[in-house]
């Protein structure tokens, strides 16, 4: 079994939608992220949490939100989807201390809004 | 801003032949740096990594090089496989602990 999981792996939705990724993992990593990929831009931080309470922005969190349930859980939200956030959704892991700069990712969650 | 930057979006490389893939960046607070190797339907993995005390990196047949002057890293694959074709992502961060901005990609493909 993956050790970071992402549910939905494909999602197509229609504007206006509200939509929810999910991400877990069994890496026992007090830190989440959430990046969205799309060409030419590379990765892109969106939110990230340093432990279950704490919520920070990334560089394009307008349009998102987070949640951080538990210290294995990071869900990434949708209020209201539109076709510009079609993208590769990332969700990764890294554990606090020295050099401890090395991302885990899950497999990504391609969503579609149309 | 793009605050780490990876000119070349693709390379072509042949077989056993060196791949030299290159990241500048303009943030000089940035003291940390990684490379990813990403595979189609894959996340992203962590391939080597570097802290700018060094100017050098050796794992095998993938070696790091910083030039904190002239802002620049290189990653050389030495040597080249087909199974090394994927994107390869430059990252950094300003402290080993701090969250990690990436460059655009380099797609690369070996030729067999």
């Known amino acids: 079994d993956a050790d970071v999981t992402q549910t939905p792996r494909n999602r197509i939705t229609k504007t206006g939608k509200r939509i929810m990724l999910e991400c877990s993992q069994t890496?026992?990593?007090?830190?989440m992220y959430w990046y969205r990929q799309d060409p030419g831009l590379g990765l892109r931080l969106i939110y990230y949490s340093f432990d279950v309470k704490d919520i920070n922005k990334g560089e394009i969190s307008d349009g998102y939100s987070v949640s951080r349930q538990a210290q294995a859980k990071f869900s990434l939200s949708l209020e209201s989807a539109i076709p510009n956030q079609t993208a590769l959704y990332f969700c990764a892991t890294s554990k606090q201390g020295a050099w401890a700069g090395e991302l885990f990712f899950g497999e990504g969650s391609r969503l579609t809004v149309l | 801003d793009q605050q780490v930057k990876q000119n070349s979006p693709s390379l072509s490389v042949q077989e056993g032949r060196i791949s030299i893939l290159n990241c500048d960046y303009t943030?000089?607070?940035?003291?940390?740096f990684l490379w990813y190797k990403k595979y189609p339907a894959e996340g992203p993995t962590f391939l080597i990594s570097i802290s700018s005390i060094k100017d050098k990196n050796e794992d095998g047949r993938f070696t790091v090089f910083l030039n904190k002057s002239a802002k620049h890293l290189s990653l050389h694959i030495v040597p080249s496989q087909p199974g090394d074709s994927a994107v390869y992502f430059c990252a950094a961060s300003k402290s080993s602990g701090d969250k990690l901005t990436f460059g655009t990609g380099t797609r690369l493909a070996v030729r067999p």
């Open positions: 943030n000089s607070m940035f003291d940390y």
């Open positions: 890496k026992g990593h007090d830190r």
